[in-house]
């Protein structure tokens, strides 16, 4: 933080946290409204150099957040994001979220982070002038891991298959518990691991058979309120 408050000159700035906690959660796209704040030279060398001292403190404080904040509990994480450090499109996806902040991280970064560097043909255009980053993310939140078919690569699939469990994990958990369904006999892990590979409903239908049937019916009504709230947002 102190290195970007030093780069943006706002040491004795009277609204200082405001636009650090700005940056920090939205990126440099922030400063746009604050351009009063600054001097003509300072805002204009921040919004416009990308290899300046902004950006270089901006990439270097949201990949400490990668790794402190999603990957202190997932060390596969930490070992991906090491291995793919020098992968061409590493610097584009840092820049994107130093640019950006958190807005196309969605509801599960650690998944869109994974997704942003395994998928190397995506660039900023996918984002804003195409939905094809948006349509990757309802296809692979709603039917898992099956419905992208590029993955022959059984190391990238693994990583793709422990970041959708991030995802599903607590959304899955929590509709289970909602319809009173007991974890026994492993069954939570056993419904995760199915459903990031198959999606909500083919994946539970591997575990229908170990739940009471009414608490299922109520599981799937659950589920389809769960997915048109999310696909509303």
């Keep these: 933080k102190n290195e970007i408050i030093r780069a943006l ?3 004795e700035h009277e ?3 405001t636009i650090i906690n700005d940056l920090l959660e939205n990126g440099r796209q922030s400063l746009h409204k604050y351009e009063e704040e600054f001097a003509p030279d300072v805002y204009t060398a921040a919004i416009n150099e990308n290899d300046g001292k902004l950006m270089k403190s901006l990439k270097k404080y949201f990949e400490q957040q990668w790794k402190i904040k999603y990957g202190s509990s997932n060390q596969w994480l930490i070992s991906f994001l090491e291995e793919y450090k020098d992968a061409v499109n590493y610097d584009s996806v840092l820049k994107r979220t130093a640019e950006y902040g958190n807005k196309y991280l969605k509801d599960c970064p ?3 982070i994974v997704l942003q560097l395994l998928f190397a043909g995506i660039d900023d255009k996918f984002f804003d002038e195409t939905n094809v980053f948006n349509d990757l993310w309802c296809a692979i939140t709603n039917n898992g891991l099956k419905s992208i078919e590029k993955f022959s690569d059984n190391k990238k699939r693994s990583i793709l ?3 959708l469990r991030e995802y599903y994990r607590p959304k899955l958990f ?3 518990e909602k319809s ?3 974890d026994r006999d492993n069954l939570y892990e056993l419904a995760l691991d199915n459903v990031a590979e198959y999606g909500w409903f083919q994946g539970l239908q591997a575990v229908e ?3 009471i049937k009414k608490y299922f019916k109520i599981l799937l009504e659950n589920i389809s309120v769960s997915s048109d709230a999310s696909r509303k947002q």
């Design 9 to 11: 000159d706002l040491e």
């Design 180 to 182: 009173k369904i007991t």
């Design 174 to 176: 929590e509709l289970l």
């Design 209 to 211: 058979k170990r739940i």
């Design 161 to 163: 298959l422990q970041a």
């Design 15 to 17: 609204i200082k946290d």
């Design 110 to 112: 650690i998944l869109s």
